[in-house]
């Protein structure tokens, strides 16, 4: 036996369906809710769309980049360049004094 099939409304649960909608929100409110549902079905349809391209795109540029850099090597270390230091004042001496 089918499950889905247990589940499924039939053409006469469908009709009992649009009969109590139809009493709920009345004969002028059913094309403005047709519409409202048509439009959000739209929207979230577009969204799901662009979130597709966006997630295909991130993939692709994930995929066209190398793991590492090929501009950069490995600084070895007698390639290394030394850092600036400080400039250094010499030391000052005390005045003398004539004796």
Request: overall charge neutral; glycine content about 6%; aromatic content about 6%.
């Amino acid at each position: 036996m089918n499950m889905f099939a247990l589940v499924t409304p039939g053409p006469t649960e469908w009709v009992l369906i649009l009969v109590i909608v139809l009493v709920l929100f009345g004969a002028k409110k059913l094309p403005e809710l047709a519409r409202s549902l048509g439009q959000s079905m739209n929207e979230f349809r577009k969204a799901r769309e662009e979130f597709d391209k966006e997630l295909h795109r991130a993939g692709e540029d994930l995929k066209g980049t190398p793991q590492t850099p090929q501009n950069t090597q490995p600084v070895q270390p007698s390639q290394q360049v030394p850092q600036a230091q400080p400039p250094t004042q010499p030391p000052t001496q005390p005045p003398t004094q004539p004796s």
